[in-house]
């Protein structure tokens, strides 16, 4: 092989090797990633469904083809600050909670009964995830204390 092309040809093996590793920053492959650019609205434009609710929120549903391996996502937030007050309601994942909330996740106990919350590491660490009928909610803190405070002390214990 020509010195030449033996270089190339490295390069590209380490090319590809280093991309292989990459978390997809899309979300593609990486749960929480997945979870967070739909709740924050990257895939919006995909949606079923797109709609005001009452107290200034706003709803987005997708049944078609869910941003989430699942048969129905919704999300509901707050279109003044979406980042931070949000809730995703993932009905019939084909994903675990546990695998949402990864390591080092911690059981809590609600109203609602038993949830999980995300290791202060992750990217979920300000997040509840709870167990649903058919699936399973994730909220931000900021959307529990303004419209299910009763869930805030889910949020200081570890």
Same mark, same amino acid.
């Given at each position: 092989?020509?010195?030449?092309?033996?270089?190339?040809?490295?390069?590209?093996?380490?090319?590809?090797?280093?991309?292989?590793?990459?978390?997809?920053?899309?979300?593609?492959?990486?749960?929480?990633?997945?979870?967070?650019?739909?709740?924050?609205?990257?895939?919006?434009?995909?949606?079923?469904?797109?709609?005001?609710?009452?107290?200034?929120?706003?709803?987005?549903?997708?049944?078609?083809?869910?941003?989430?391996?699942?048969?129905?996502?919704?999300?509901?937030?707050?279109?003044?600050?979406?980042?931070?007050?949000?809730?995703?309601?993932?009905?019939?994942?084909?994903?675990?909670?546990?695998?949402?909330?990864?390591?080092?996740?911690?059981?809590?106990?609600?109203?609602?009964?038993? +949830?999980?919350?995300?290791? +202060?590491?992750?990217?979920?660490?300000?997040?509840?995830?709870?167990?649903?009928?058919?699936?399973?909610?994730?909220?931000?803190?900021?959307?529990?204390?303004?419209?299910?405070?009763?869930?805030?002390?889910?949020?200081?214990?570890?």
């Amino acid at each position: 092989m020509h010195p030449a092309s033996a270089r190339l040809t490295c390069a590209l093996a380490a090319l590809l090797s280093l991309s292989a590793c990459r978390p997809d920053t899309a979300g593609g492959r990486d749960l929480v990633s997945r979870t967070l650019f739909t709740a924050t609205g990257a895939y919006d434009a995909q949606a079923d469904q797109r709609e005001r609710i009452p107290a200034g929120q706003r709803r987005t549903t997708w049944t078609e083809r869910p941003p989430l391996d699942a048969e129905q996502v919704v999300v509901i937030y707050d279109s003044d600050a979406r980042p931070l007050s949000w809730m995703l309601e993932i009905r019939a994942p084909r994903f675990t909670a546990q695998a949402l909330a990864g390591e080092g996740a911690g059981r809590v106990q609600t109203p609602s009964g038993a +949830a999980l919350r995300p290791a +202060a590491t992750s990217r979920l660490a300000d997040a509840l995830i709870l167990p649903a009928k058919g699936g399973m909610r994730v909220l931000t803190r900021g959307y529990v204390t303004q419209n299910e405070p009763a869930l805030l002390p889910a949020f200081q214990r570890r």
